[in-house]
């Protein structure tokens, strides 16, 4: 069964920060890997999907790495901004709909 | 495109009563799904369909029915609410179940049961 942890549960940085989330699975016989945002109260929105053979994926600020072999994967956020302040989400895809880990609550202090 | 589209928004149940969640999506998705999110324990998937008139179940799927009459709607039964199904709900879809597929996920429904 394929299990998914996201450390740390919790991380708080001051503004202008550079900051790395992680993810890791069990299982690596995945088809893609997917980062997600949650604000409060809200619903989910995709930040990042990696397909299960590209090392890495980059959207502005953002930069997702997967390691597949080693059942890892980084979200890395440049420069980061009170903005950024949210729960990041990790998921995988496999034989079965997505398993999620349980995200990484993060706030940047102004 | 309106996207994943979740109705209603809020509910309020009481223990026993009936009720359905609907999830509809515009993209001519084949592949949907429904989570429930709760404190501590993340997203978990309940029951998901990869086609019109299929289903499968899930990882905590009691409590709760579905079915896929059409490629758009994927509606959620409860058919007797307890307060251990009190949760927020979130259904999402796919074109397909390929590496380079991305899940979009609706607003979520926040039901309280008392």
């Known amino acids: 069964k394929q299990e998914v942890t996201q450390i740390p549960a919790a991380l708080s940085v001051p503004e202008g920060e550079n900051l790395v989330l992680n993810c890791s699975f069990t299982?690596?016989?995945?088809?893609?890997l997917q980062w997600f945002r949650q604000d409060p109260g809200k619903g989910l929105t995709s930040l990042l999907l990696?397909?299960?053979?590209?090392r890495e994926q980059t959207s502005g600020r953002l930069n997702a790495s997967l390691d597949k072999s080693s059942g890892r994967s980084t979200l890395y956020i440049a420069a980061s901004q009170p903005g950024d302040s949210a729960t990041y989400l990790c998921?995988?895809?496999?034989?079965?709909?997505?398993?999620f880990g349980k995200g990484t609550r993060l706030s940047v202090i102004a | 495109n309106a996207g994943v589209t979740q109705t209603p928004k809020f509910q309020v149940l009481k223990t026993g009563q009936s009720m359905t969640l609907q999830c509809a999506q515009d993209?001519?998705?084949?592949?949907m799904s429904w989570y429930r999110q709760d404190p501590g324990m993340g997203l978990r998937l309940i029951h998901y369909?990869?086609?019109?008139?299929?289903?499968d179940q899930g990882e905590v799927p009691n409590g709760y029915n579905v079915s896929r009459s059409t490629t758009e709607d994927f509606p959620l039964r409860l058919l007797s609410a307890a307060p251990s199904q009190t949760s927020v709900y979130f259904c999402?879809?796919?074109?397909?179940?390929?590496?380079?597929?991305?899940?979009?996920f609706g607003p979520g429904t926040r039901l309280t049961v008392l």
């Open positions: 993209m001519n998705h084949e592949y």
């Open positions: 299982d690596s016989a995945i088809y893609n």
């Open positions: 369909s990869v086609g019109a008139g299929i289903t």
């Open positions: 990696i397909q299960s053979s590209q």
């Open positions: 999402a879809s796919s074109s397909g179940q390929s590496s380079y597929n991305e899940q979009f």
């Open positions: 998921a995988v895809k496999g034989n079965t709909p997505l398993v």
